[in-house]
């Protein structure tokens, strides 16, 4: 029975056990160490992030029906990483990053060498560096994923960082 619960956690434990029936070795306190779930959460945040991506992507590209492809987005993952991404179009990449298990970066590239941040608002260009996605760990190694010391909404943030992208390299 499917309810929308996440039963990974438990999945895990069991197959911890088997391996520890089976190796003798004894992982007792790893459930209060948070490195390990930042690293899983970062890993499922950048999936989720690029399963919605690449469904918009999709459609846009869908939509836009050109033939030629020079207008069409196209993602890629970046070699010797985990799950990293970036998309690209008319010499524009919109790069996301794992740069920790705590940290995720999200930025431009121009040109292949002059990286600037998404603007969050109208009043001009962004800066030189990336904008960057924090995990918080919480009371029970809750984690939650934050940007300028704000909870952040995945849905919200993806349809910022494509429109943006789309804008800015429709030129």
């Given at each position: ?18 391996n ?20 899983e ?55 996301f990053?794992r ?17 600037y ?21 919480g ?33």
């Open positions: 029975m499917d309810n929308g619960l996440s039963t990974s956690w438990i999945e895990n434990l069991a197959l911890e056990e088997l520890m029936n089976e190796s003798g070795v004894v992982h007792i306190d790893d459930h209060l160490n948070p490195v390990h779930l930042l690293e959460s970062s890993i499922d945040f950048m999936n989720q992030m690029r399963d919605r991506i690449e469904f918009y992507v999709a459609k846009f590209n869908n939509y836009r029906n050109d033939q030629s492809g020079h207008s069409q987005i196209k993602i890629f993952k970046i070699s010797n990483t985990v799950n990293d991404f970036m998309l690209f179009r008319n010499s524009l990449r919109l790069v990053s740069k920790a298990n705590d940290l995720l970066t999200v930025g431009f590239m121009a040109s292949g060498k002059n990286f941040t998404p603007r969050l608002n109208s009043t001009g260009p962004g800066d030189k560096s990336f904008h960057e996605i924090r995990a918080h760990v009371p029970f190694n809750n984690i939650h994923w934050k940007f300028q010391g704000e909870d952040l909404e995945i849905d919200s943030m993806v349809r910022h960082y494509l429109s943006e992208f789309i804008r800015n390299s429709a030129r």
